[in-house]
């Protein structure tokens, strides 16, 4: 079993940052992949980015050269670095983790809000 859980949304102006944090607990050194992936209302889930185990890292077109994806060496957190954020980044941000075992596993998520 892996636990995560998201922190660091919120509100922020358009052209703003923020950073989020996934924290991790359990069966962490299972994982090869993590990701973040965001759900607008009305919208379907889509993925924003990942990261391997050998920090091979992967993006959305969306948000390319804005948003960054990077974790600590132990899997014991994942981050997302959002730069020049656009009200259509506005969506709720889940972290996932995919074990080696092929177990997919899904934080809470946290809200993120982009508004003047």
């Known amino acids: 079993q892996v636990q995560l859980v998201e922190s660091g949304g919120g509100l922020v102006q358009p052209g703003g940052s923020l950073r989020l944090s996934c924290a991790t607990s359990?069966?962490?050194?299972?994982?090869?992949?993590m990701g973040w992936y965001r759900q607008a209302p009305g919208k379907q889930r889509e993925l924003v980015a990942t990261?391997?185990?050998?920090?091979?890292?992967s993006y959305a077109d969306s948000v390319k050269g804005r948003f960054t994806i990077s974790r600590d060496n132990a899997w014991n957190a994942m981050y997302l670095q959002m730069n020049s954020l656009t009200p259509e980044d506005t969506a709720v941000y889940y972290c996932?983790?995919?074990?080696?075992?092929?177990?997919?596993?899904w934080g809470q998520g946290t809200q993120v809000t982009v508004s003047s």
């Open positions: 996932n983790a995919l074990t080696i075992r092929r177990m997919l596993y």
């Open positions: 359990g069966s962490i050194l299972s994982i090869s992949v």
């Open positions: 990261i391997t185990s050998g920090n091979s890292t």
